[in-house]
Structure formats: structure tokens, C-alpha cells
């Protein structure tokens, strides 16, 4: 029958490892902690000689710097805390703040402006680009309309550098309309004219000539938005006479060489 050796662990040492686990000092208050669960576990990452109280505020502090991932302030040490696993240490108060410094800092690098209306203010990402172009918007949240551009609820029947003219209901009520309607305003007189048909230079009852489509003053019958399709059909026109024409200089010159 063999020989087996068996070593039972003194009931003494086992009690003074627990103490080791349990009793340490804390290198940021410089405090001896003896209160067990104290000590500050990063999701078993790293484990530090910190007091849970201490790394509270060491995380309160960085997010009210708007620093959204924190790194463990032990010297040389290249962890950063787990939000998910630090939630039951720091309160529910302190997670949701964490979560929204994230949610900021993951929104730096998109487009995006807060919804104008007072009741709402979301956060709206610009996920097409194109910023400077981009006008009429509806906030996911609130579902209100506003102008991407201009940062204000919707100036329906204004562009945006009339938006400044809406002063009361009756004016947005007036704006809506004209947007529905689709008119355009002189930009004299500011009254709205509307075109039935016929040519996008239009006259206002002032006098001046104005684009229908961009809204914009024109001079000797166009505009910028319409210069490209005008030096189109001006070079197409000459084509046209040259092509007239061309047969007739051909003939010209053949007469000119028989009287020659």
C-alpha cells in the first residue's frame, strides 16, 4: 500500500491571506482601507491599491472634463476602465453621465447640431454630409421641422437670410402658405409674386426683375442660375448659322476662283 502525503493549511495563514486581500492603502487619499470589498477591481484588468470612494471621484472629475475613456491612474499603467464592469461600484447617476461623454465623443467626428426646439433639444447627426446645402429637417425625437443650415425651427416660405423677417403666428401661418403654394418673393418690395407660366424672369409690381428660381436680382434678362443653359443655347445658336451659312460661303468662293 503506498505512502500518500497530505498538507492541510493552517487555519491561521488562511486568515492572514484574507487580511492581505482585505487591508492595503490606498495610494490616492494615503488611507489604510480594512472594510472588505473596498478595493477598486477594473474588471479584473488591473487591480490597484485603490479605494473605491477615491476612484468615484477620480472618475467624477474626468467626465466633467469630458473625458470618456479613463485610464487607470496607476503609474505605468496602460488599462482603461470598463464602464460596464465599474457600473455597480459608481451608482447608476454616474454610469449615465459616463454613457453620455461617450455618446458625445463618438459624435466629434459627424455633422451634427442640436434640435432647436425648446422642448426637445436632441442630438441630430448629419450621416449624408453635405452640411452647407443641407436646409429642412425633422428631428427624429420630436418630430418638428428646422433648418439645418440656419439652427432655428423651420421658416417655411423664407430662405434662410429672410428668416429674420418672421416676427409673430400670423407670418409662419403666411410663410407655410407661400411654401405650399411655392411663390417667391421680390427681393425689393419683399412681396410675393406668383408665376403661372412662361419665362423664370419675372417683373414685380416695383419694377424689378428678379429670377423665380433663385429669387436673386437679374440684369439684361438672366441670372446666375441659368447662365450655364444661356451660353449653351448662344454658342447652339451660332453653330446654327454657321451651318446656314456655310454652303453659301462655299459658294462664294467657288464663284470668286471662275472669275479669277
Avoid at 96 to 118: G, H, K, M, T
Avoid at 173 to 199: D, I, T, Y
Avoid at 231 to 244: E, P, S
Amino acid at each position: 500500500m503506498g505512502n500518500t502525503n497530505q498538507t492541510q493549511q493552517n487555519p491561521v495563514t488562511i486568515h492572514q491571506n484574507n487580511e492581505e486581500l482585505t487591508n492595503f492603502t490606498c495610494e490616492i487619499c494615503i488611507e489604510p482601507v480594512t472594510s472588505p470589498n473596498t478595493k477598486f477591481n477594473n474588471n479584473n484588468k488591473c487591480m490597484h491599491p485603490f479605494c473605491t470612494d477615491c476612484m468615484i471621484k477620480y472618475i467624477q472629475v474626468k467626465l466633467d472634463e469630458n473625458v470618456s475613456n479613463i485610464k487607470c491612474p496607476a503609474l505605468n499603467c496602460n488599462n482603461f476602465f470598463d464602464p460596464l464592469s465599474c457600473r455597480p461600484k459608481i451608482g447608476q447617476k454616474l454610469f449615465d453621465q459616463w454613457c453620455d461623454v461617450l455618446c458625445e465623443s463618438a459624435l466629434l467626428s459627424f455633422d451634427r447640431i442640436y434640435c432647436p426646439n425648446r422642448d426637445c433639444s436632441a442630438v441630430v447627426v448629419n450621416e449624408c454630409g453635405g452640411g452647407t446645402s443641407l436646409k429642412r429637417c425633422v428631428c427624429p425625437n420630436c418630430k418638428k421641422p428646422f433648418c439645418y443650415r440656419c439652427k432655428i425651427p423651420w421658416h417655411a416660405g423664407y430662405r434662410c437670410e429672410e428668416s429674420g423677417e418672421m416676427r409673430d403666428v400670423n407670418d409662419i401661418a403666411f410663410g407655410v402658405l407661400s411654401e405650399r403654394n411655392q411663390w417667391m418673393r421680390c427681393p425689393a418690395c419683399r412681396h410675393c409674386v406668383e408665376l403661372v407660366k412662361g419665362c423664370a424672369i419675372v417683373r414685380c409690381r416695383c419694377g424689378i426683375e428678379f429670377c423665380y428660381k433663385c429669387g436673386k436680382k437679374v440684369d439684361r434678362h438672366w441670372c446666375n442660375c441659368r447662365r450655364t443653359s444661356t451660353c449653351c443655347m448662344f454658342v447652339f445658336h451660332i453653330c446654327i448659322v454657321i451651318l446656314v451659312l456655310w454652303p453659301f460661303f462655299l459658294l462664294g468662293m467657288a464663284i470668286s476662283r471662275r472669275n479669277r
